[in-house]
């Protein structure tokens, strides 16, 4: 499993990508959110209906406030519905969690700054009992996948932010998670670290056709990795279009400079700016 990223000489035989008919791994039935206030509770989700399917790679995009968060939150169990139905391989979030379907990647790290960067990928093993020597032996393999062999025993704080996100992506890995959810990972990193991180997450979906739900406000991000786009809008937090790309399954940073790629963001920019007229 290790080197999937940086497996140049492929010998990853990719799986078929994800088609129409692939098994829906997230079912949500006309879910709400509603967050309590003082003064006027905050409608976050409004009626949100979305099947993803197995092997998809999702992108929820939207304005700040239009309930990215919390529908990947919704999903993942860290957030319970006010009212409708969601379903992860026919299971409710919270089985799906038990079952550890999931690995989450935060908008920002959350490394434990005393631990080094081997200690950190271990530390949720750990804590669900996997013994010593297996806990050492996945998080170093994770830490490989992602491109940090050599840096085991760094502490987070030597490393770039960019490294940081990828020791959390390793550490997210660790248990093979089927659908890995990602809320804005990379938002707080410059241009170029982003397009190398994009890229490599490309490559890693595209190597194991994993499910991905991403949360993310660029245009050209959604667009890159994603199967499908989900253009969504605030007050209150809804889906206003969902957006299937005609993309091929592997891309390179060249794909951004293709028609088939600028039709696309601009079909994306359009379902934002209508998402923002029409309330
Ligand atoms: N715990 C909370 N309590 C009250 N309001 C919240 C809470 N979390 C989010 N909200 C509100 O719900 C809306 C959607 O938030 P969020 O899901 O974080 O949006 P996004 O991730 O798209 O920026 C926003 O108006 C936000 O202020
Ligand atoms: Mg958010």
Not at 94 to 112: D, H, I, K, N
Not at 189 to 209: G, V
Not at 224 to 244: A, E, Q
Not at 246 to 266: N, V
Request: hydrophobic share 40%; net charge neutral; glycine share 6%.
């Amino acid at each position: 499993m290790s080197q999937l990223i940086y497996a140049e000489e492929s010998a990853v035989v990719p799986l078929k990508p994800a088609t129409a008919s692939a098994r829906p791994a997230i079912r949500v039935n006309q879910a709400n959110v509603i967050y309590p206030a003082a003064d006027q509770p905050v409608h976050a989700l409004k009626d949100i209906n979305l099947t993803i399917r197995q092997g998809e790679f999702v992108s929820f995009i939207g304005p700040s406030g239009c309930g990215k968060t919390t529908l990947l939150r919704a999903i993942a169990d860290l957030e319970p519905i006010t009212s409708g139905e969601v379903l992860v391989n026919d299971m409710t979030p919270s089985e799906a969690r038990q079952a550890g379907a999931y690995g989450y990647v935060f908008q920002a790290p959350v490394l434990l700054p005393w631990r080094t960067v081997l200690a950190n990928v271990k530390l949720p093993l750990q804590i669900q009992g996997v013994p010593p020597e297996r806990c050492d032996e996945i998080a170093r393999e994770q830490l490989a996948r992602v491109g940090l062999k050599g840096f085991e025993k760094k502490y987070p704080w030597q490393l770039s932010g960019g490294m940081q996100q990828r020791v959390s992506i390793a550490r997210a890995l660790g248990f093979e998670p089927k659908i890995l959810m990602m809320d804005e990972p990379f938002g707080a990193l410059d241009e170029l670290t982003r397009d190398n991180l994009n890229q490599q997450l490309q490559q890693l979906w595209f190597n194991e056709q994993r499910t991905m739900v991403f949360v993310t406000h660029s245009i050209s991000e959604a667009v890159y990795l994603s199967t499908k786009i989900v253009v969504m809008s605030p007050r209150p937090g809804r889906i206003v279009k969902v957006i299937d790309s005609p993309l091929p399954a592997e891309r390179s940073l060249a794909i951004r400079d293709t028609p088939a790629f600028l039709q696309l963001a601009a079909d994306v920019r359009e379902a934002l700016v209508e998402g923002h007229h029409d309330h």
